[in-house]
């Protein structure tokens, strides 16, 4: 079982549509990522939190905007998308220190429409 | 030049034969070396990490590292049909978050 978890696992949007994925983690770590990956591809890092705060943001459309409620929670808000953003997004987390393994959720599959 | 390369695939081994695969990185830098199984349409999975030259066992798998080279490389010892799968290498810095992934190689076991 993976102690990283991701909702919903599916979602599908029209593009005037606002939803949120929603990732959480018990694994006590404090870094978090979003990664986006497509078909046949490896993953894409979008975004990584350390502690709480945006520490890199990989010059992802503002279409796309993160949160970190708290030390265990991370929020990928969406809105306005196009349908080249469907794709499998993924959260990860680590220990707050580069180079730690990256522990990936199940990922929500979304799809615009 | 691609910062992590994968040997390219599809790589297709009878059970219980040994799968082998290979990754060579370009940044000399890189201290920590990943490799993830990931089945079709799920997410990826770490099954193994590495952070000193020489062989790391864990069950059926072997990792095996050589800095000098820049090579990493993935043994499954009696490959067995769950084992199919895309097998993605991933390196990084000790001082970076930012993994950094080669194009993976999918593996099939022929029962």
């Known amino acids: 079982d993976t102690e990283v978890t991701q909702t919903p696992k599916h979602l599908v949007m029209g593009m005037t549509n606002k939803k949120s994925l929603k990732c959480e983690q018990h694994?006590?770590?404090?870094?978090m990522y979003w990664y986006k990956q497509k078909a046949k591809k490896p993953p894409e890092l979008m975004f990584v939190?350390?502690?709480?705060?945006?520490?890199i943001n990989e010059s992802v459309p503002s279409r796309f905007s993160p949160e970190c409620p708290n030390s265990s929670l991370l929020n990928l808000h969406l809105h306005a998308l196009q349908p080249e953003d469907s794709a499998l997004y993924l959260c990860?987390?680590?220990?707050?220190?580069?180079?730690?393994?990256?522990?990936f959720g199940p990922g929500t599959r979304l799809t615009v429409l | 030049q691609k910062e992590v390369e994968q040997n390219s695939g599809p790589l297709s081994v009878p059970e219980g034969a040994i799968a082998s695969l290979n990754c060579t990185y370009s940044?000399?830098?890189?201290?920590?070396f990943f490799w993830y199984r990931q089945y079709s349409g799920k997410s990826p999975e770490l099954i193994m990490s590495?952070?000193?030259?020489g062989d790391k066992e864990d069950g059926r798998f072997t990792a095996q590292l050589n800095k000098a080279s820049q090579y990493v490389s993935l043994l499954i010892r009696d490959s067995q049909p769950s084992d199919s799968a895309t097998y993605l290498c991933?390196?990084?810095?000790?001082?970076?978050?930012?993994?950094?992934f080669g194009a993976g190689t999918t593996v099939t076991v022929r029962a």
């Open positions: 990860a987390s680590s220990q707050p220190v580069g180079g730690w393994e990256q522990f």
């Open positions: 940044d000399r830098g890189s201290q920590s």
């Open positions: 590495i952070y000193s030259n």
């Open positions: 991933a390196v990084n810095r000790v001082d970076d978050y930012k993994l950094s």
């Open positions: 939190y350390s502690y709480e705060k945006l520490s």
């Open positions: 694994m006590g770590h404090r870094a």
